[in-house]
Each structure stands twice: as structure tokens, then as C-alpha cells.
């Protein structure tokens, strides 16, 4: 599996799973994970093109997504769906996969 593919101009993330014990705590990892990943592909949080987010439980949602709206950039909010699975692991509450541009687009 690949961490980054860059195809073009557009970047892709493999889904980043965070660690702790509540969904605030792996969505505020997960989102640190994204956040370095898209630097180091050349890109950064203000050029997400769409978001996927995966719940174990959509009863988490509130929580999840206000981890989401604080980190998001004003006015630079991707396309997003959210929905329920199982997660790989069961200790797992949320799993985020992001696309975007390079900065240089």
C-alpha cells in the first residue's frame, strides 16, 4: 500500500487512522497524520479537493466533526461524505482519506 500517490497535480492519501481512546482523540491524530502527509507531498490543508470519513459509529459524528470544523481552514473546505463501517481494527473510531492539489496548481 501507498502512503501518497501523486498523479499529476493531484495528491492522494491512503485513510489515516489516529491513536487514543475517543474519536475526538484519533480524529485530532488523524487530521495531525493528513496534515503532515499533504506537506510533504507538496500540498497542504487549504488544497483538499474531497474527504472521506469513516465512523465505526455515526452516533460519533458531533464529535468527530468538531474536531473536523476546527481544523479546516475558513473557506477552504473540501467536498466530504461521511459514513458507518468497520474499521480494520475494532479499537479504530474514525479513518480519514483526503485528496488534493499541489500547492503548485
Not at 492519501?13 to 497524520?33: H, K, N, P, S
Request: glycine share 6%; aromatic share 6%.
Amino acid at each position: 500500500m501507498s502512503t501518497i500517490v501523486t498523479h499529476g497535480n493531484v495528491v492522494y492519501l491512503c485513510g489515516q487512522v489516529g491513536d487514543g481512546a475517543t474519536v475526538e482523540e484519533q480524529t485530532r491524530d488523524c487530521l495531525r497524520q493528513v496534515e503532515t502527509l499533504l506537506e510533504q507531498a507538496g500540498s497542504s490543508k487549504t488544497h483538499m479537493l474531497q474527504a472521506i470519513i469513516w465512523l465505526a459509529d455515526m452516533a460519533d459524528f458531533d464529535a468527530m466533526n468538531s474536531v473536523w470544523d476546527a481544523w479546516v481552514p475558513t473557506g477552504h473546505a473540501p467536498a466530504r461524505a461521511c459514513g458507518e463501517a468497520r474499521l480494520a481494527h475494532p479499537e479504530y473510531k474514525v479513518e480519514i482519506i483526503v485528496t488534493a492539489a499541489r500547492r503548485d496548481t
